[in-house]
Every structure is written in C-alpha cells, then in structure tokens.
C-alpha cells in the first residue's frame, strides 16, 4: 500500500486497545516519521474515507484510541526534544513520553523549571495530553496541561499543516473566520459557527473547549483529536518551588479527612499544590497489595484508618516550611487525626516512593479488574472522572457511599479533592455488576450536570462516555460539536465516533 501503510496483523495486537481495556478491530496500520508523511496518508484517507485511529501511548482509559475499522496511525515515532526560544519552554514530538520531558527539564533548567501538570501516568505522550486536556494531582496548584500549551503543530484531516501558536488567532465572539498560512504558505480558511453551549468553570475534559472570542489553540485542546493530528507541541514551563515536601495524614473515621482538606483548603498560606484523598476501599486495596508484595515496596501503610488525604506543600525556605507544617498540622487535629501519625517526605528518595503509593491506587484497581476479566470477559474497569463545583463534594460522596452500598457493589473512591473531583472505581466481579455500576453511573452524571459539574473532569470522552456529554450537554450542543467538527474533517475520518457519534 501507499505511505508505508500495512495490512493489520497479530503482530500489531495490543494496537486495539488502550487503558480502558476495550478492544476494537483494524484494517491497516501505519508508523509515521513525520508531519509531511502524515499530510500524504490523511490526504488519502480522506479521499477514500477511510477512519483513522490516531495513538500516542495508549494510556487513555476512554477508548479513544481503540480503532473500530479503519487505519490505526501509532504516533511512536514522533520523537524529538528540544528547548524553546527562550528557555523558558520544552518542544516535544508528539510521542515523547512525560517521564522524557521532566527529566529533560530538569536537566536543561538545572532544576529550577518544570512542567506542573502531571497526569499519573508518566509514559503518557505529549500529543496524548494536550488532545485530552490532561491533569493531575498538582493541577490543583496549577491548572491542567491547557494553561501550558503555547503553539501547537497539526496535521488537518485533508493534510494541511499548520503552526497555531498561542495568542495569534482568534474567534470573534462564537465566529471563527481566520486564514492560516500552512506548511507552503497557501491559506487554510476557517469559517465555522461555534457551539452555543457554557463549558462548566470546573476542572474539565468532556467535549469541546468553548469560549466566546477564544483562542483557536483551546480548540484543539482536549479535542481528543478529533480536529487534527497534533504532531509537535510547545509547552511554557514554571519555575519551581525551592522546597516541595510531602505529606500524608490519616484518619479514624470516614468523613474526617474530608473535612480536613475542605477546611484546609480556605485557609490562606496553605501553600499546598496538590490535594489527594483515599477512602477507606483504597487504603484496604493498598494494604492487600502490600501483604501480597511481602517488603519489596517503597511503602509501608498503617492499619486500622477510614480515610487518608496526601498533599504537595511548596515553600520558598525552611521558615516557611516550618510554619506551613504546622498550619496543616493544627488542621489534621482539628479534623480528628493526630498529626504525630502523619508521614512527612523533605528528601526527594522518600517524596517518591509516597508518588509511587498514590500511583499504586489505579495500578491496584486495575490488576483486580484484569482478574476478575478472566473469568467475566464481558467486564472493564467502571471508573467514575466526574467534578463538581466548590461545596458540594461532601454531599457528592455521600451520594456515591449510597449508591454503591445499596447496589453492593466493590468499590474504591480516591483522586484530586482539591479540585473537587474525585475518582470511583467499580470493581466489578461478574457482568450483572457491571452493568448495575454503569447504571448508577448515568445517574450520577445526571445529578453532576444539575448541579454544574463535569461527567469527566481529566479523562476525556472517548467512545466510552459519550452518552454522559449527551446528558451534560443534551443533544442540541452534540449536534453543534458535529457541525464544528465536519469544518475541519469534512469526511469524518478523524477519531472517529470519539467525543460523539459521527452519525
Ligand atoms: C494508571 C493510570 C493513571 C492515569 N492518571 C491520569 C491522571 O491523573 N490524569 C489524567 O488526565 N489522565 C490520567 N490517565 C489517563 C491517560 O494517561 C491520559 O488520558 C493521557 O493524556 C493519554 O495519553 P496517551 O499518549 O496515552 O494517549 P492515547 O491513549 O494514545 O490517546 C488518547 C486520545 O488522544 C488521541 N491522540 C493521542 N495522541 C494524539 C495526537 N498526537 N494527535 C491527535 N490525537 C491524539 C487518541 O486518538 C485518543 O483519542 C491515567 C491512565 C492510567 C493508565
């Protein structure tokens, strides 16, 4: 075939699925090496209408990456690191891991330059977290990727490539009407309405990015690419706090390390960049794996707690450390912990093996999940991204606690309650209780979306959630997304079915 294009085979296998575990079909496969290889193979494609599954690392736990038909386009060779103009920005190809870019950060800046947002999982792509707005724990201290991407390189579904960098175009008012210089300098006209809808003043991921007058650059954030191929991206870095310290408190009693990071959250000169939040299903999950690895992990869980809450604590020097410390510490009290219990992490040896706890959470759930498969192949993880708006995530997880224990089903609850979003993890163990879990799902994205939440606060839709956008959005604004989307990708070959059905 054309383009280094080849027919799928078995070898190619573990291209059908993502994190998600779901798992599609493909006719063909191709492993581009650059943005003008990808034009010629999205100029074909569109000619001939054939779908394209574009992957990055395939860590996305939506589905989006999962081909169903079509030509699956691994992005894996897109290498390429470099610094910015000024040094103050890293250039990455768009399948260079986040683990790459730290360390290379850290090397280029001496250590005193970073990228915040980090997604947990590290071997996560740079093309892959911009198309999905992704987050993390210090997204609480610094916004999601979004607030990072400063110029963009992409690869339109007709093969156009183009360089959008922040702060040069823009839409007037809900109007996109731009010429853009491509590759060759012929102009790529944009003449597109866009959709009508308010995106929640929530951390969120689901859907497109609109704003009135936005900068066309948002657009393709988080767009799970379904506008472009994003083959190259720029991200500005920030300096880095002097100190980062680690700490994490426990609790007796369900509700109390609620409180704790609720009440600490309102007090100024907290100083925190990341809140983290386990329920007593997390801590027991992370007990079992720590029985079962018998002393060969970095940490060592106490028994006997309901709740524990992990925070980043910045400071500029020891004074002001000290007196952060001890701000939190009156906190922990104050909730019903006892400060002496808490773990506190200065050197950056034991700050990693308490990242490596907080990883573990996920990593647990999904090695339970993957068990259970063995025997119920008609299950996946049922993992809940859904955010809500200051104030109501006590009541939020009260309502989650209920559901679930009405339905008895097994379940973890953990995430960013610094940005009021957390995680629930069903760990389903035959099919009838996966599919009561997706159940009480579609619920709760309907009550998220009343109350002005987000149904998926850093995953992104994929092709797992979409019927969630319809509830959050309704199907007027679906509808406007797919008259938006048709202006880039007229053929509808791009991540298709990703976000919202095609037809
Ligand atoms: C254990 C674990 C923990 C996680 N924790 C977090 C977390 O804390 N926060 C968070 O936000 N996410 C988290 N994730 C989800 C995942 O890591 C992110 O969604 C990440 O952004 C996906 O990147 P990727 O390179 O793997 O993309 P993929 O999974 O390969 O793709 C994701 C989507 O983007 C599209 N895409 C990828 N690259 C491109 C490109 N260059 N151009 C056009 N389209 C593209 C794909 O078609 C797909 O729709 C976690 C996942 C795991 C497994």
Not at 273 to 297: A, H, R, V
Not at 320 to 332: A, F, G
Request: with cysteine; net charge neutral.
């Amino acid at each position: 075939m054309r383009n280094n294009i080849i027919p799928f085979s078995c070898e190619y296998a573990l291209h059908l699925m993502d994190e998600s575990k779901k798992s599609g079909e493909a006719d063909y496969i191709v492993f581009p090496r650059s943005s003008e290889e990808i034009a010629e193979i999205l100029k074909y494609c569109s000619e001939k209408e054939i779908p394209v599954t574009v992957q990055g690392s395939r860590t996305g736990v939506g589905g989006g990456a999962v081909p169903f038909g079509g030509l699956v386009m691994s992005l894996e060779k897109l290498k390429g690191l470099q610094a910015g103009k000024d040094d103050r920005s890293v250039i990455a190809g768009a399948a260079v891991p986040l683990s790459e870019i730290s360390r290379y950060v850290r090397r280029m800046s001496g250590d005193r330059l970073f990228l915040p947002p980090d997604p947990t999982e590290t071997t996560a792509s740079a093309g892959g977290v911009v198309c999905c707005n992704s987050s993390g724990a210090r997204t609480f201290g610094y916004g999601a990727m979004r607030e990072f991407v400063k110029r963009l390189r992409v690869v339109t579904a007709e093969g156009r490539i183009l360089d959008i960098p922040r702060g040069k175009y823009f839409a007037g008012g809900r109007k996109l009407d731009l010429s853009i210089p491509d590759e060759n300098g012929r102009a790529f006209t944009l003449k597109a309405a866009l959709p009508s809808y308010t995106v929640p003043s929530v951390k969120n991921a689901a859907g497109y990015w609109i704003r009135e007058d936005m900068d066309l650059i948002d657009l393709f954030i988080g767009a799970e690419g379904t506008l472009g191929v994003i083959v190259e991206a720029e991200f500005s870095l920030a300096p880095k706090p002097p100190l980062i310290w680690g700490l994490i408190s426990f609790f007796p009693e369900e509700g109390q390390g609620v409180s704790f990071a609720e009440s600490l959250k309102s007090q100024p000169g907290h100083g925190c960049i990341s809140m983290e939040y386990f329920d007593s299903g997390s801590l027991g999950l992370l007990l079992q794996k720590q029985e079962e690895m018998k002393g060969t992990l970095s940490w060592h869980l106490p028994e006997g707690f309901a709740e524990a809450v992990f925070l980043e604590v910045t400071a500029e020097d020891k004074r002001e450390m000290t007196e952060r410390i001890r701000l939190i510490e009156k906190e922990i009290r104050k909730a019903g912990g006892d400060p002496g219990r808490a773990w506190i992490a200065g050197s950056s040896r034991s700050f990693e093996s308490f990242k490596e706890l907080r990883h573990a959470t996920p990593e647990a759930v999904n090695a339970r999940v993957a068990e259970n498969k063995k025997s119920h192949p008609g299950i996946t993880k049922l993992g809940s991204d859904m955010s809500v708006p200051e104030g109501f995530i006590t009541d939020t997880i009260k309502m989650y606690r209920k559901d679930l224990d009405e339905a008895g089903l097994q379940y973890v609850i953990f995430g960013h309650i610094g940005n009021d979003h957390l995680h629930v993890n069903v760990i389903s163990r035959n099919e009838e209780e996966y599919l009561r879990g997706k159940e009480i799902y579609e619920g709760w994205a309907r009550r998220v979306s009343e109350l002005g939440g987000s149904v998926s606060a850093e995953h992104g839709v994929g092709k797992l959630k979409r019927e969630f956008l319809r509830i959050m959005y309704g199907e007027k604004s679906i509808g406007e997304m797919r008259k938006l989307k048709k202006v880039f990708d007229p053929k509808g070959i791009l991540g298709r079915d990703n976000i919202f059905l095609w037809k």
